[in-house]
């Protein structure tokens, strides 16, 4: 329902933060709350999660990690207040390559995290990153960032079509060669490459 919120953040707890925006102050669970500074503006990612007895707004950093926990959270035996615990450690590119790598050691030191959910989360996820980090989840990732808008959109196009990251990677090099006008030039070059 909500993609992000933008105001003031109004308060900042252990466990949520407040953003207040236009007169309405959102409780938002974080990861790590101390990432806001309280009466800063900031940009707030956010998802919503209906359960039968309550409703509640996690909060992310940047979309990447917004991507995480919408994949974490589709593991079994992962809820959202264990996906942020993971979250919390800020070590995504250690939480990625444990994942890529079968380290059940590295995961079992997150709250909750036994032996038996460990290897789910490595079953249910490998394969979902890409050699650079990011998710593949819905969202062009940051590592295809050129600076050339229309190639980023052409990009983007590629990826809500369902390409991996991967192939996207692939064809981005050649892609940043060409001098064309429009994203949809773009997309069909892509679409022509990846073919």
Known sequence: MFEYLNGLITSVTPSYIVVDVQGVGYKVQVAN?????????????????????????????????KNIFLHLISVSGIGPKSALAILAGQDLQGLIHAIENDDVKFLTKFPKIGKKTA??????????????????????????????????????????????????SKVKSQLEKENLKSADEYLRAGLKLLS
């Open 119 to 168: 290897q789910q989360i490595i079953l249910d996820l490998s394969g979902k990153f890409t050699a650079e980090g990011q998710m593949t989840l819905g969202e062009t990732p940051a590592v295809l960032s050129s600076g050339n808008q229309e190639l980023e959109d052409g990009l983007a196009a590629l990826d809500s079509l369902g390409y991996s990251a991967k192939e996207i």
């Open 33 to 65: 709350p101390y990432r806001y500074e309280e009466n800063q503006e900031a940009r707030v990612y956010v998802e919503q999660i209906v359960r039968d007895n309550e409703q509640s707004l996690y909060g992310f950093y940047d979309l990447n990690e």
